[in-house]
Protein backbone atom coordinates (compact mmCIF):
# COMPACT_ATOMS: atom_id res chain seq x y z
CA UNK A 1 0.00 0.00 0.00
CA UNK A 2 1.20 3.41 -1.33
CA UNK A 3 -0.03 6.29 1.41
CA UNK A 4 0.88 9.78 0.35
CA UNK A 5 0.80 12.45 2.75
CA UNK A 6 0.24 16.01 1.53
CA UNK A 7 1.74 18.39 4.67
CA UNK A 8 4.79 18.12 7.40
CA UNK A 9 3.30 19.75 9.81
CA UNK A 10 2.04 18.41 13.20
CA UNK A 11 -0.47 16.52 11.71
CA UNK A 12 1.23 14.94 8.90
CA UNK A 13 4.11 13.68 11.23
CA UNK A 14 0.99 12.34 13.60
CA UNK A 15 -0.01 10.19 10.55
CA UNK A 16 3.45 8.79 9.85
CA UNK A 17 4.70 8.42 13.39
CA UNK A 18 1.21 6.28 13.99
CA UNK A 19 1.70 3.94 10.66
CA UNK A 20 4.79 3.18 11.80
CA UNK A 21 3.96 1.92 14.96
CA UNK A 22 2.06 -0.20 14.22
CA UNK A 23 3.18 -1.34 10.94
CA UNK A 24 6.31 -0.96 8.91
CA UNK A 25 5.29 -2.28 5.61
CA UNK A 26 3.35 0.70 3.52
CA UNK A 27 5.11 2.79 1.32
CA UNK A 28 4.87 6.46 2.39
CA UNK A 29 5.85 9.84 0.65
CA UNK A 30 5.79 13.09 2.38
CA UNK A 31 5.43 16.01 0.56
CA UNK A 32 5.96 19.78 1.61
CA UNK A 33 6.30 22.89 -0.05
CA UNK A 34 9.11 24.32 2.36
CA UNK A 35 12.99 23.13 1.56
CA UNK A 36 12.87 21.94 5.82
CA UNK A 37 12.91 18.73 7.54
CA UNK A 38 8.90 18.44 8.97
CA UNK A 39 9.11 21.28 11.74
CA UNK A 40 6.30 22.65 14.67
CA UNK A 41 5.02 26.36 13.71
CA UNK A 42 3.67 27.21 17.03
CA UNK A 43 7.65 27.16 18.37
CA UNK A 44 8.57 29.32 15.01
CA UNK A 45 8.38 32.37 17.90
CA UNK A 46 10.76 30.94 20.42
CA UNK A 47 13.02 30.22 17.39
CA UNK A 48 13.03 33.79 16.39
CA UNK A 49 13.81 35.12 19.70
CA UNK A 50 16.47 32.85 21.06
CA UNK A 51 17.96 31.15 17.67
CA UNK A 52 17.53 27.72 19.44
CA UNK A 53 15.67 25.02 16.76
CA UNK A 54 13.57 24.16 18.97
CA UNK A 55 11.09 23.91 15.94
CA UNK A 56 12.08 20.38 14.42
CA UNK A 57 10.73 18.92 17.79
CA UNK A 58 11.14 15.39 16.13
CA UNK A 59 15.19 15.87 15.19
CA UNK A 60 15.92 16.36 11.57
CA UNK A 61 16.40 13.03 10.82
CA UNK A 62 13.22 11.98 12.05
CA UNK A 63 11.06 10.90 8.87
CA UNK A 64 14.31 8.97 7.46
CA UNK A 65 14.86 6.82 10.69
CA UNK A 66 11.06 6.18 10.44
CA UNK A 67 11.60 4.76 6.57
CA UNK A 68 9.43 7.85 4.96
CA UNK A 69 10.37 8.86 1.59
CA UNK A 70 10.40 12.55 2.07
CA UNK A 71 10.44 15.27 -0.41
CA UNK A 72 10.92 18.84 1.10
CA UNK A 73 10.81 21.26 -1.76
CA UNK A 74 7.92 19.50 -3.21
CA UNK A 75 4.69 21.54 -4.01
CA UNK A 76 1.43 20.31 -5.33
CA UNK A 77 -0.68 21.57 -8.13
CA UNK A 78 -3.75 19.17 -7.57
CA UNK A 79 -5.62 16.00 -7.15
CA UNK A 80 -6.97 13.67 -8.84
CA UNK A 81 -9.09 11.01 -7.14
CA UNK A 82 -10.88 9.17 -9.90
CA UNK A 83 -7.41 8.43 -11.10
CA UNK A 84 -6.06 8.04 -7.47
CA UNK A 85 -3.44 10.70 -8.25
CA UNK A 86 -1.27 13.91 -7.32
CA UNK A 87 -0.31 16.53 -9.59
CA UNK A 88 3.28 18.12 -8.16
CA UNK A 89 4.08 21.40 -9.22
CA UNK A 90 6.97 20.18 -11.26
CA UNK A 91 4.32 18.44 -13.67
CA UNK A 92 5.07 15.34 -12.55
CA UNK A 93 1.99 12.69 -11.49
CA UNK A 94 2.17 10.33 -8.25
CA UNK A 95 0.02 7.59 -7.87
CA UNK A 96 -1.41 7.07 -4.06
CA UNK A 97 -3.23 3.97 -2.91
CA UNK A 98 -4.28 5.94 -0.24
CA UNK A 99 -4.15 9.76 0.31
CA UNK A 100 -3.99 12.26 3.25
CA UNK A 101 -4.50 15.87 3.14
CA UNK A 102 -2.77 17.73 6.01
CA UNK A 103 -1.49 20.80 3.74
CA UNK A 104 -2.09 23.23 7.10
CA UNK A 105 -3.28 26.56 6.89
CA UNK A 106 -1.74 30.24 6.64
CA UNK A 107 -2.30 33.40 8.00
CA UNK A 108 -3.94 35.91 6.17
CA UNK A 109 -6.58 38.67 6.26
CA UNK A 110 -9.36 39.40 3.99
CA UNK A 111 -8.24 42.47 2.30
CA UNK A 112 -6.69 43.21 -0.94
CA UNK A 113 -3.37 42.56 -1.97
CA UNK A 114 -2.90 39.84 0.99
CA UNK A 115 -0.79 37.50 -1.93
CA UNK A 116 1.87 40.66 -2.92
CA UNK A 117 5.13 39.73 -1.70
CA UNK A 118 6.00 41.95 1.22
CA UNK A 119 2.84 40.26 2.93
CA UNK A 120 4.80 37.83 5.62
CA UNK A 121 2.89 34.61 6.63
CA UNK A 122 3.92 33.79 10.22
CA UNK A 123 3.19 29.95 10.09
CA UNK A 124 6.00 29.48 7.70
CA UNK A 125 9.40 28.87 8.31
CA UNK A 126 10.16 30.36 4.69
CA UNK A 127 8.76 33.75 5.69
CA UNK A 128 10.63 33.33 9.58
CA UNK A 129 13.77 33.10 7.54
CA UNK A 130 12.90 36.22 5.46
CA UNK A 131 12.21 37.88 8.04
CA UNK A 132 15.18 37.13 10.52
CA UNK A 133 17.71 38.30 7.68
CA UNK A 134 15.83 41.24 6.87
CA UNK A 135 16.35 42.44 11.03
CA UNK A 136 19.73 41.28 11.35
CA UNK A 137 20.72 43.29 8.34
CA UNK A 138 19.10 46.34 9.66
CA UNK A 139 15.91 46.01 6.69
CA UNK A 140 13.44 45.76 9.17
CA UNK A 141 12.71 48.39 11.42
CA UNK A 142 8.35 49.01 11.17
CA UNK A 143 5.55 46.56 11.12
CA UNK A 144 1.75 47.01 10.72
CA UNK A 145 0.18 43.72 11.32
CA UNK A 146 -4.01 43.38 10.40
CA UNK A 147 -5.63 42.11 13.19
CA UNK A 148 -5.58 41.02 16.84
CA UNK A 149 -6.36 37.52 17.49
CA UNK A 150 -4.00 34.92 19.30
CA UNK A 151 -1.71 34.41 16.26
CA UNK A 152 -1.84 38.65 15.20
CA UNK A 153 -0.77 39.35 19.02
CA UNK A 154 1.48 36.57 19.16
CA UNK A 155 3.56 38.14 16.45
CA UNK A 156 2.72 41.26 17.71
CA UNK A 157 4.80 40.35 20.59
CA UNK A 158 7.57 38.77 18.44
CA UNK A 159 8.45 41.67 16.18
CA UNK A 160 8.47 43.86 19.15
CA UNK A 161 11.13 41.97 20.93
CA UNK A 162 13.19 42.01 18.08
CA UNK A 163 13.23 45.35 18.54
CA UNK A 164 10.57 46.46 15.66
CA UNK A 165 8.16 49.37 16.24
CA UNK A 166 4.73 47.55 15.71
CA UNK A 167 1.59 48.94 14.96
CA UNK A 168 -1.45 46.50 15.12
CA UNK A 169 -4.56 47.45 14.28
CA UNK A 170 -7.94 46.00 15.84
CA UNK A 171 -11.52 46.65 14.11
CA UNK A 172 -12.97 46.39 17.75
CA UNK A 173 -10.83 45.01 20.48
CA UNK A 174 -8.34 42.13 20.91
CA UNK A 175 -8.80 38.79 20.61
CA UNK A 176 -13.09 39.83 20.32
CA UNK A 177 -13.89 35.79 19.29
CA UNK A 178 -11.85 34.06 21.69
CA UNK A 179 -12.28 36.88 24.90
CA UNK A 180 -14.72 38.48 26.87
CA UNK A 181 -14.25 42.20 27.47
CA UNK A 182 -12.48 42.27 30.39
CA UNK A 183 -10.11 39.56 29.81
CA UNK A 184 -9.19 41.40 26.50
CA UNK A 185 -8.49 44.69 28.23
CA UNK A 186 -6.02 42.86 30.32
CA UNK A 187 -4.12 41.76 26.88
CA UNK A 188 -4.59 44.93 25.44
CA UNK A 189 -2.95 46.53 28.24
CA UNK A 190 0.26 43.91 27.77
CA UNK A 191 0.52 44.85 24.86
CA UNK A 192 0.68 48.69 25.01
CA UNK A 193 3.26 48.25 27.86
CA UNK A 194 5.38 46.36 25.54
CA UNK A 195 5.40 49.53 23.15
CA UNK A 196 2.86 47.77 20.51
CA UNK A 197 0.35 50.64 19.14
CA UNK A 198 -2.63 49.71 19.12
CA UNK A 199 -4.94 51.06 16.87
CA UNK A 200 -8.76 50.56 17.18
CA UNK A 201 -11.49 50.73 14.95
CA UNK A 202 -9.11 51.13 12.44
CA UNK A 203 -10.59 49.01 9.56
CA UNK A 204 -7.86 47.92 6.23
CA UNK A 205 -8.58 48.04 2.74
CA UNK A 206 -5.89 46.82 1.34
CA UNK A 207 -2.26 46.48 1.20
CA UNK A 208 -0.57 48.82 -1.16
CA UNK A 209 2.61 49.17 -3.39
CA UNK A 210 3.52 46.92 -6.76
CA UNK A 211 5.00 44.67 -6.95
CA UNK A 212 5.86 44.34 -3.37
CA UNK A 213 3.39 45.68 -0.59
CA UNK A 214 4.44 48.16 1.28
CA UNK A 215 2.24 49.66 3.01
CA UNK A 216 -1.73 49.28 4.29
CA UNK A 217 -4.37 51.82 2.97
CA UNK A 218 -6.93 52.22 6.09
CA UNK A 219 -11.08 53.00 5.12
CA UNK A 220 -10.32 56.12 6.58
CA UNK A 221 -8.14 57.23 3.49
CA UNK A 222 -4.83 57.02 5.84
CA UNK A 223 -2.08 55.13 4.42
CA UNK A 224 0.50 53.03 6.51
CA UNK A 225 4.17 52.36 5.53
CA UNK A 226 6.04 49.86 7.03
CA UNK A 227 8.76 47.51 6.19
CA UNK A 228 6.80 44.44 8.00
CA UNK A 229 2.71 44.17 6.79
CA UNK A 230 1.05 40.77 8.38
CA UNK A 231 -2.62 39.92 7.49
CA UNK A 232 -3.05 38.00 10.72
CA UNK A 233 -7.29 38.75 11.34
CA UNK A 234 -7.34 34.36 11.54
CA UNK A 235 -5.97 31.59 9.19
CA UNK A 236 -6.96 30.19 6.25
CA UNK A 237 -6.90 26.73 5.37
CA UNK A 238 -4.61 25.83 2.72
CA UNK A 239 -7.40 24.00 -0.09
CA UNK A 240 -6.37 26.18 -3.33
CA UNK A 241 -4.54 22.83 -4.86
CA UNK A 242 -7.87 20.84 -3.94
CA UNK A 243 -10.15 23.20 -6.72
CA UNK A 244 -11.55 20.75 -9.13
CA UNK A 245 -10.85 17.68 -7.61
CA UNK A 246 -14.49 17.18 -6.28
CA UNK A 247 -13.22 16.94 -2.25
CA UNK A 248 -16.08 18.77 -0.67
CA UNK A 249 -14.65 22.01 0.80
CA UNK A 250 -16.17 25.28 2.87
CA UNK A 251 -13.67 27.16 4.56
CA UNK A 252 -11.83 23.94 5.05
CA UNK A 253 -12.08 20.45 4.04
CA UNK A 254 -15.09 18.61 4.59
CA UNK A 255 -14.94 15.52 6.70
CA UNK A 256 -16.61 12.79 8.71
CA UNK A 257 -15.84 11.03 12.56
CA UNK A 258 -13.45 8.92 11.09
CA UNK A 259 -12.06 12.29 9.17
CA UNK A 260 -12.54 10.91 5.58
CA UNK A 261 -13.41 13.02 3.07
CA UNK A 262 -16.17 12.53 0.41
CA UNK A 263 -14.08 10.66 -1.53
CA UNK A 264 -12.80 7.20 -1.20
CA UNK A 265 -9.49 6.76 -0.44
CA UNK A 266 -8.97 10.31 1.08
CA UNK A 267 -8.12 11.88 4.79
CA UNK A 268 -8.30 15.18 5.74
CA UNK A 269 -7.08 16.66 9.06
CA UNK A 270 -5.41 19.51 11.29
CA UNK A 271 -5.67 23.18 10.17
CA UNK A 272 -6.89 21.55 7.02
CA UNK A 273 -10.31 19.92 7.93
CA UNK A 274 -13.75 20.88 9.46
CA UNK A 275 -14.05 18.59 12.34
CA UNK A 276 -16.79 18.42 15.41
CA UNK A 277 -16.03 20.21 18.55
CA UNK A 278 -15.78 18.05 21.25
CA UNK A 279 -18.35 19.66 23.35
CA UNK A 280 -20.56 21.77 21.27
CA UNK A 281 -20.62 19.50 17.75
CA UNK A 282 -20.49 22.70 16.16
CA UNK A 283 -18.13 22.03 12.80
CA UNK A 284 -15.40 24.21 11.94
CA UNK A 285 -11.42 24.52 11.59
CA UNK A 286 -9.47 23.92 15.29
CA UNK A 287 -6.16 25.01 14.73
CA UNK A 288 -4.24 23.68 17.92
CA UNK A 289 -1.26 21.58 17.80
CA UNK A 290 -3.29 19.33 20.11
CA UNK A 291 -5.99 18.74 17.57
CA UNK A 292 -3.80 18.16 14.91
CA UNK A 293 -1.43 15.66 16.55
CA UNK A 294 -4.62 13.73 18.18
CA UNK A 295 -6.23 13.29 14.82
CA UNK A 296 -3.26 12.31 12.81
CA UNK A 297 -3.35 9.17 15.44
CA UNK A 298 -6.92 8.50 14.49
CA UNK A 299 -6.40 8.93 10.48
CA UNK A 300 -2.89 6.70 11.02
CA UNK A 301 -5.14 3.79 12.59
CA UNK A 302 -7.72 4.23 9.90
CA UNK A 303 -5.21 3.99 7.78
CA UNK A 304 -4.46 0.82 8.83
CA UNK A 305 -8.40 -0.57 8.89
CA UNK A 306 -9.22 0.39 12.56
CA UNK A 307 -12.07 2.15 11.76
CA UNK A 308 -11.68 4.55 14.84
CA UNK A 309 -13.54 7.58 15.28
CA UNK A 310 -12.43 10.87 16.37
CA UNK A 311 -13.83 12.38 19.60
CA UNK A 312 -14.10 15.75 18.58
CA UNK A 313 -11.68 18.66 18.61
CA UNK A 314 -10.94 21.16 21.21
CA UNK A 315 -10.96 25.01 20.84
CA UNK A 316 -8.24 26.38 22.98
CA UNK A 317 -5.29 28.78 22.43
CA UNK A 318 -2.92 29.96 24.65
CA UNK A 319 -0.71 33.31 25.29
CA UNK A 320 2.76 32.28 25.81
CA UNK A 321 5.03 35.26 25.19
CA UNK A 322 2.41 38.37 26.68
CA UNK A 323 4.34 38.52 30.22
CA UNK A 324 1.20 36.89 31.35
CA UNK A 325 -0.26 33.47 31.26
CA UNK A 326 -3.46 33.42 29.47
CA UNK A 327 -5.65 30.49 28.45
CA UNK A 328 -8.66 30.14 26.57
CA UNK A 329 -10.59 27.13 26.39
CA UNK A 330 -13.73 26.24 24.91
CA UNK A 331 -17.36 29.10 24.90
CA UNK A 332 -18.11 32.29 26.91
CA UNK A 333 -20.94 31.46 26.60
CA UNK A 334 -23.97 30.76 29.92
CA UNK A 335 -23.47 31.25 33.05
CA UNK A 336 -20.37 33.37 34.44
CA UNK A 337 -18.32 32.15 37.66
CA UNK A 338 -15.62 35.13 38.55
CA UNK A 339 -13.11 35.61 40.70
CA UNK A 340 -10.19 38.76 40.25
CA UNK A 341 -7.34 39.33 42.47
CA UNK A 342 -4.38 41.00 41.75
CA UNK A 343 -3.10 40.00 37.93
CA UNK A 344 -5.31 36.97 38.41
CA UNK A 345 -8.42 36.65 36.71
CA UNK A 346 -10.62 33.59 36.44
CA UNK A 347 -14.06 32.93 34.75
CA UNK A 348 -15.81 29.76 34.26
CA UNK A 349 -19.06 29.64 31.87
CA UNK A 350 -21.46 26.85 33.18
CA UNK A 351 -24.53 25.56 30.89
CA UNK A 352 -26.59 23.68 32.27
CA UNK A 353 -24.74 22.70 35.15
CA UNK A 354 -21.61 21.61 33.41
CA UNK A 355 -18.50 23.49 31.91
CA UNK A 356 -18.53 25.06 28.58
CA UNK A 357 -15.73 27.00 28.63
CA UNK A 358 -13.28 28.95 31.30
CA UNK A 359 -10.85 31.72 30.88
CA UNK A 360 -7.96 31.93 33.12
CA UNK A 361 -5.18 35.06 32.96
CA UNK A 362 -2.20 35.03 35.46
CA UNK A 363 -2.47 31.59 37.24
CA UNK A 364 -3.63 29.15 35.18
CA UNK A 365 -3.63 26.50 37.33
CA UNK A 366 -6.63 24.22 37.16
CA UNK A 367 -6.49 24.05 33.69
CA UNK A 368 -6.28 20.78 32.88
CA UNK A 369 -9.11 19.83 35.90
CA UNK A 370 -11.48 21.99 34.64
CA UNK A 371 -10.79 21.07 30.42
CA UNK A 372 -10.98 17.48 31.82
CA UNK A 373 -14.52 18.24 33.20
CA UNK A 374 -15.60 20.14 30.36
CA UNK A 375 -14.77 17.27 27.97
CA UNK A 376 -15.85 14.65 30.18
CA UNK A 377 -19.34 16.67 30.18
CA UNK A 378 -19.39 16.34 34.17
CA UNK A 379 -22.06 18.29 35.87
CA UNK A 380 -20.42 20.21 38.80
CA UNK A 381 -23.55 21.48 40.47
CA UNK A 382 -22.20 19.18 43.52
CA UNK A 383 -19.25 20.96 43.95
CA UNK A 384 -19.68 24.71 41.77
CA UNK A 385 -18.93 26.51 44.96
CA UNK A 386 -15.10 25.21 44.83
CA UNK A 387 -14.81 25.47 41.19
CA UNK A 388 -13.11 28.84 41.64
CA UNK A 389 -11.16 28.46 44.98
CA UNK A 390 -7.40 28.37 44.15
CA UNK A 391 -5.33 25.20 43.97
CA UNK A 392 -8.96 23.56 42.41
CA UNK A 393 -8.52 20.18 41.52
CA UNK A 394 -5.81 19.13 44.44
CA UNK A 395 -7.35 16.68 46.95
CA UNK A 396 -11.33 17.04 45.19
CA UNK A 397 -10.55 13.99 42.95
CA UNK A 398 -12.76 11.82 44.85
CA UNK A 399 -15.57 14.65 44.78
CA UNK A 400 -15.24 14.98 40.97
CA UNK A 401 -15.07 11.15 40.92
CA UNK A 402 -18.39 10.61 42.50
CA UNK A 403 -19.74 13.29 40.62
CA UNK A 404 -19.05 11.80 37.50
CA UNK A 405 -20.19 8.53 38.32
CA UNK A 406 -23.75 9.92 39.32
CA UNK A 407 -23.86 11.26 35.20
CA UNK A 408 -23.01 7.87 34.35
CA UNK A 409 -25.32 6.10 36.18
CA UNK A 410 -27.61 8.28 35.50
CA UNK A 411 -28.66 8.73 39.52
CA UNK A 412 -27.44 12.70 39.32
Do not use: H, W
Given at each position: MKIVIVGAGPA???????????????????????????????????????????HFWKGKDFL????????????????????HKVRLADGQELPYDQLVLAAGSRVYAPVAGGDKPG??????????????????????RSAVIIGAGFIGVEVGLLLADLGIEVTQLVRSRVMRTTLDPETSEIVLQAMQERGIQVRRDAEARAFAGEPRAEAVELSSGDRLAADILVGATGLKPNTQFLEGSGIETRWGVVVDDHLRTNL???????DLAETANRVTGERDVYPNFPNAVAQGTVVGCNLLGWNLPYEGADRMNSLKHLGINV?????????????????VLRKLYLREGRINGFRLVGDTSGAGIYRT???????????????????FGMGWFEDIAAAA???ATGSG
Open positions: GVSVAETLRQYDDRPEIVMLSREPFPPYSPPALMEYCLTGQEVQRLGVDYRPGTGVESVSPQQVYDFKSLTAAEELLAEVRQGQAPDVYALGVAVGQTEGEELRLRYGNLMNRKVNVEAFRDRLMEPGALE
